[in-house]
């Protein structure tokens, strides 16, 4: 008889491979063999709303067209890439570091530029953050807290806003959530790289915007120094490695373009001595804390789109249809979550996730809720993973404390919570009333789960009846997030969103409430298209708003009819005609032409496609240009025709405007526009 060999072993591992990759494929959609069947299809139906959310009818969103004009500057120039700069010229930079107008700017380059060019990677990411936070929370609470937290994301209203937008918040977020993971793993495991790989995710994140990522800091620290599985000394020197790491991650761009001659680069837009040191303390820095207060660095000027600073802020009228939906349930969680894990050991992962997502959520929120420099209500879509993963954590480590522990101590706490909660989403929804059917139904919807939900507790608990309390507890997930739905759904349905995008209705709350600052109706935002305003986080009370079509001209301005734009110390909208006239007559220039402002050199930027010099920074009152400066681009050619009104600001631009005035040429059809050429330079 005629045996036959078996395979070659090589052979028959590739005949089992097929099997096993197609397990792997299946077990993207159905989880992993211990999950509920359920999890995995739930995961993917939440990424897919989120996606929905985020990328609906994106083509028909302007965005930020401050940043709209830096990514595409950088589109035609690696040296405006690498520096952020606002024209392809680099001339000035944007206020922020350039982390996010690269993400942007590398996907205009690959996919061309236009608004969704540079949306989608800001979709991409707000539902990779959904994704990222799903797993943290899975892994130390289960898929239920998971699936609850990461809904909750999806549905936080300002994120849906922002993640519809091209500020570079949702960079941030998802850079932080990178260095949350990486941190409880080195919670979990004791080992260095892990905290050496967070310390660099939040050192991109400062690249992105520079002190807001350090918010989280220290609940970082706490967290590793306390709960990481290392003996003390090992922790201590970890940490001490982590934070080089941090210090590496963070400073590499601002010390390469500070060691740059200024010369040599683009002026650091905010900053008071063309540094990203100042920048980094001032402007971004103590400025944000502490407004015109601050003495350190360039300070921030205290606009608030949010309302006044105090510890109401994120609950007032502008903001609390934002974020504030689930916080009184994550305040509930915080609480009983510590306390059911307050005899635990000290690397317990259970309770370092909970103090990791209670610092996250505590210190984003004083200091949003008293900060008194310059604040946007979306900045707070960097407090929503903590909100949300309390939500979850809570919604599961309540439910089983109110089913398994003694009705004495527990039996009131969850339905406590849930009531609280939802009394606070009916007033919320309340306030809003009017404003559509929408809020109606919500309003509905969240009252009428809320008081199911709360009766069917109670009753489940004292009956024994476990149905009618899994029933109770998954109406009060409706009730809870009938709201925040609501309002995502109508962030998800508008196109107005740029300077200060927020989600829902009108609150009257004027700056920073839907439709106030940065509402009305928004140009196209992209080069050949109609100009607009754009806008910054340094935008301050007294400027006009974002994008609008309305208002905002000032007197002495560049006009012909209809038309307007900024002179020193102001910034508008611009005639098509009069930049026709400037590409007409530009004469090789380097620079089309030089204005006050970042406002309305981005809207020129994106409607003529040239370089365009922005004199003043955001506000008008940096000193990027001097007189010497001008009279050496005239003199060589780099720059013809300039703008100047009557209302100067600061004595740099007094004398700007007196020289160009007495030396340049009136441009006659265009009021404040002058015409300069090297003979004119004595």
Request: aromatic residues 10%; glycine residues 14%; without cysteine.
């Amino acid at each position: 008889m005629t045996t036959l060999a078996p395979p070659p072993v090589h052979e028959a591992r590739h005949r089992a491979e097929p099997p096993a990759a197609r397990g792997r494929v299946r077990g993207l959609f159905t989880g992993a063999p211990e999950d509920p069947r359920w999890a995995r299809p739930a995961l993917w139906a939440i990424l897919v709303l989120a996606t929905a959310l985020y990328a609906w009818n994106l083509s028909s969103v302007t965005g930020n067209t401050f940043y709209n004009a830096a990514v595409y500057s950088g589109t035609k120039s690696w040296k405006a890439f690498f520096f952020g700069a606002l024209d392809s010229g680099s001339f000035i930079t944007v206020d922020k570091p350039p982390f996010a107008l690269w993400v942007m700017g590398l996907s205009a380059r690959v996919l061309g530029y236009g608004t969704w060019q540079l949306a989608l990677p800001m979709v991409a990411l707000g539902t990779g953050s959904v994704a990222l936070l799903y797993r943290m929370v899975k892994r130390d609470f289960g898929a239920v807290a998971a699936t609850i937290a990461a809904l909750t994301l999806t549905l936080t209203p300002i994120t849906v806003a922002i993640n519809r937008d091209t500020n570079p918040d949702p960079v941030l977020v998802f850079l932080m959530l990178l260095g949350a993971a990486a941190l409880m793993r080195a919670v979990r495991t004791g080992r260095l790289m892990p905290l050496v790989w967070s310390g660099v995710a939040i050192g991109f994140a400062f690249n992105t915007k520079m002190m807001q990522a350090y918010v989280v800091l220290p609940a970082f620290f706490l967290v590793y120094l306390w709960a990481a599985n290392a003996p003390l000394g090992r922790r201590v020197r970890n940490l001490a490695v982590g934070t080089a790491a941090l210090v590496a991650g963070s400073a590499w761009w601002m010390v390469v373009v500070d060691l740059i001659p200024a010369s040599s680069r683009p002026y650091i837009g905010g900053s008071t001595d063309n540094t990203v040191w100042d920048l980094v303390i001032g402007y971004n820095g103590f400025g944000r804390i502490f407004g015109a207060s601050s003495s350190v660095g360039s300070q921030g000027n205290g606009a608030s789109f949010g309302g006044e600073a105090g510890l109401y802020r994120l609950f007032n009228s502008i903001m609390g249809g934002q974020i504030s939906w689930l916080i009184p349930f994550a305040l509930i969680a915080l609480v009983g979550g510590l306390v059911l894990r307050g005899r635990a050991p000290r690397t317990d992962a259970r309770r370092a996730a909970l103090l990791l997502w209670g610092g996250w959520f505590v210190l984003h929120y004083l200091t949003f809720a008293l900060a008194e420099g310059t604040f946007h209500p979306y900045y707070v879509t960097a407090m929503a993973p903590g909100v949300a993963a309390l939500a979850g954590i809570g919604a599961v480590q309540l439910y089983r404390a109110f089913v398994e522990g003694s009705a004495a101590k527990w039996g009131w706490v969850l339905p406590a919570a849930v009531a609280v909660s939802t009394v606070w989403a009916v007033v919320l929804l309340q306030r809003v009333s009017g404003s559509g059917t929408l809020y109606t139904v919500a309003e509905v919807v969240a009252g009428v789960a809320g008081a199911v939900a709360v009766i069917g507790l109670l009753l489940g608990r004292f009956t024994g009846r476990q149905r009618l309390t899994g029933i109770a507890a998954l109406t009060a997930v409706v009730a809870l997030l009938a709201g925040p739905a609501a309002y995502s759904v109508s962030a998800a349905a508008s196109s107005t969103n740029g300077t200060n995008p927020t989600a829902g209705p009108s609150t009257g709350g004027g700056m920073g409430g839907g439709g106030g600052m940065g509402g009305g109706q928004r140009p196209s935002g992209g080069p050949g298209g109609s100009t607009g305003q754009s806008g910054s986080d340094g935008q301050s009370a007294g400027q006009p708003s974002s994008g609008t079509e309305s208002g905002g001209t000032e007197a002495g301005s560049a006009s012909r009819t209809g038309g307007s734009a900024g002179g020193m110390g102001g910034g508008t909208q611009v005639s098509s005609a009069m930049i026709t006239y400037l590409k007409k007559n530009q004469d090789g220039a380097t620079w089309l032409v030089a204005v006050a402002t970042d406002q309305t050199a981005s809207s020129i930027i994106l409607e003529s496609g040239e370089p365009v010099i922005s004199m003043g920074g955001w506000s008008g009152s940096d000193d990027a240009m001097t007189l010497a400066k001008l009279k050496s681009l005239v003199k060589a050619g780099k720059l013809h025709y300039i703008v100047i009104s009557d209302s100067g600001q600061g004595s740099s631009n007094t004398e700007i405007s007196t020289w160009v005035k007495k030396n340049g040429t009136a441009v006659p059809d265009y009021s404040g526009l002058y015409r300069l050429d090297a003979s004119d330079v004595s």
